[in-house]
């Protein structure tokens, strides 16, 4: 019986198993996600001063 212990698989708990794949499922959907939508604080802050300037513009050019 010298090889009944090599030729056994491993025993895995199938809830781990599943929770550690939708886990990491969600990461490369987060990693996703930031790639396509993710600006930093300075970025968004660049932005908002750059609509408000402009809005400032157009309203001062506005006849009424």
Known sequence: MAGYGESMAEIINLNKARKRRDKAQAERRAEENRAAFGRSAPERAAEEQRREALR????GARKE
């Open 56 to 59: 400032k513009l157009l309203d």
